[in-house]
């Protein structure tokens, strides 16, 4: 029997699906006129903020995040009632509807930490409107993938794209709203962020021994768990609000998929070092998961770290997609830790975060996602591909030009098997930024390489700077109009640690390493 033949029978019933679609046409009709007495603020009318007063457009954003709010909430009651129909599907099947589900969770979580007075951290608000965006992005990813096995994800693409529409509405408002009070989003400040100081534990940098351990994990039984879920487990039932959890994996392999969801935040593993603790999954999309479930490790909770250790999907070249490690989690590190794969090894998928000395290896755009991201005296080698096949190290997925998402790789070392690019645009808005760094003879002579035909060649922003090395000859480099081959120092500032993820106002109080500027 086919796929899609043993799913007919699980359909969610035709009442519900109609009943909640009523529902959410009235929701969007309420709340859009409401939002347009107020402040004239609903998407299809963005266009009269544009010269309205400051307070305005204020009380404009202040409505969307609302409107959003209660459209992810009716979003997800659909999401739910749909997995709850799917449930008695055979187990082998993969319902993408759960990723619109845990990803709406993290959307609603996101909308909730807005403070509307207007008391927040600029860059804190427009980092959760854009991870909030790129959601809703994976969600219709999701179903697209299974869009063939799976019966009713019309209605889940219908409520996933409106609710992107609201979202993209309120981070417009917002960027607006900003510029007009005359302040400036962070990839605009010339300046760096004032170092705060901080009485937290150098955790990053601590050894083992004097580190206070809430779980061990060791498979030989001498911790205490044998598995990584397990203490992740145990951790989150005892875990108080805001207290870090610290799990230390002892030497071994341990053969899991791990999930750090949204609500369990400040987890950090600590492992006994490179190769030497290492976790491994196998999940891919040609095994009928869909990319962002086959992750090996997947962190979405915020303040995760991650020190030590090895990620490892091994899936295999030929498996298409297979993550080893997805990060969606804000002010997250990533140190001294080796990420293994082949297409799409890591998965930085949204929100603020941080890579120092740790080794990525893949093939087919194999640093991919749309978080605002840093790798700093990382090493990336990409694999010998498959015959045919071409390597790409970046594929950056920003969507919209107000989203303050984008991949900065500097001062690391680029080295490959084969001829490689840098990258290639994802999404139209695609940035990535290479500077600093060594780029060894395999980095194919222009550098970059399209997607499909033009698709955002004009649209994109790809810079180098001050990089070394013989694949990092600028004289072969693509001539679009978005590739910038020689940035300006200013230019180059705004992607490092303080200029881009804001990192000099929370990397501290890690414990980590690194360089708040420019390397000189």
């Known amino acids: 029997m086919s796929s899609s033949s043993s799913m007919s029978n699980h359909k ?56 959003g709010m209660n459209h992810a909430l009716l979003a997800r009651s ?17 319902d993408p509807v759960h990723d619109c589900l845990e990803l709406l969770d993290d959307t609603i979580e996101m909308l909730s930490r807005i403070n509307i007075s207007g008391n927040d951290d600029h860059e804190d608000v427009h980092t959760w409107l854009s991870a909030a965006l790129t959601n809703q992005d994976t969600c219709e990813q999701s179903l697209q993938e299974k869009s063939k096995s799976y019966q009713n994800e019309f209605a889940m693409d219908f409520v996933a794209r409106n609710l992107s529409g609201m979202l993209t509405n309120s981070l417009e408002l917002y960027v607006l709203s900003v510029k007009q009070k005359g302040g400036r989003l962070l990839s605009e400040r010339e300046h760096i962020p004032t170092f705060v100081t901080s009485s937290d534990r150098r955790l990053l940098e601590a050894s083992v021994e004097k580190l206070k351990f809430d779980a061990v994990v060791a498979a030989d039984g001498s911790g205490t768990h044998k598995t990584v879920g397990e203490a992740l487990l145990s951790a989150s039932l005892a875990a108080s609000s805001g207290v870090r959890t610290i799990i230390y994996l002892k030497a071994g392999t341990y053969h899991e998929n791990i999930k750090i969801p949204t609500k369990q935040k400040n987890v950090m593993l600590v492992g006994d070092g490179k190769g030497k603790t290492v976790i491994v999954g196998s999940r891919s999309y040609r095994g009928g998961w869909t990319t962002y479930q086959t992750a090996t490790v997947a962190a979405m909770g915020e303040g995760f770290i991650a020190r030590d250790m090895t990620f490892v999907n091994s899936a295999g070249p030929k498996s298409e997609q297979a993550v080893a490690l997805r990060v969606g989690a804000d002010k997250s590190v990533v140190y001294r830790c080796s990420v293994e794969g082949y297409q799409d090894s890591l998965y930085t998928h949204s929100n603020r975060q941080f890579y120092r000395e740790t080794d990525i290896t893949g093939t087919v755009d194999f640093i991919f996602g749309n978080s605002a991201v840093v790798f700093q005296s990382c090493n990336i080698v990409a694999r010998k591909p498959l015959p045919g096949q071409r390597n ?109 993820i804001d990192g000099a106002m929370w990397l501290p109080s890690t414990g980590v390493s690194f360089d708040s500027g420019l390397v000189k």
């Open 392 to 500: 790409f190290v970046t594929a950056q997925g920003r969507r919209h030009r107000d989203q303050n998402t984008g991949i900065s790789i500097q001062n690391c070392k680029i080295t490959a098997q084969s001829m490689t690019f840098l990258g290639r645009p994802w999404k139209e808005y695609s940035r990535t930024v290479v500077m600093q760094s060594f780029l060894d003879g395999s980095i194919h002579p222009s550098g970059w390489s399209p997607w499909s035909g033009s698709f955002g060649l004009n649209t994109l922003f790809y810079g180098e700077f001050e990089n070394s090395g013989p694949g990092s000859s600028v004289s072969g480099r693509v001539k679009w109009s978005g590739y910038h081959s020689s940035l300006t120092v200013k230019e180059a500032e705004r992607f490092t640690v303080a200029g881009f």
């Open 12 to 67: 969610i019933p035709k009442t519900l699906m109609i009943l909640l679609i009523i529902n959410l046409l009235r929701l969007i009709q309420t709340t859009s006129a409401v939002t347009n007495s107020n402040s004239n603020s609903h998407f299809s009318r963005f266009s009269r903020h544009r010269s309205s007063s400051s307070s305005r457009t204020k009380q404009g954003f202040i409505a969307s995040v609302q409107e």
């Open 78 to 94: 659909l999401a739910f009632n749909l997995t709850l129909s799917h449930r008695t599907a055979k187990a082998h099947m993969v």
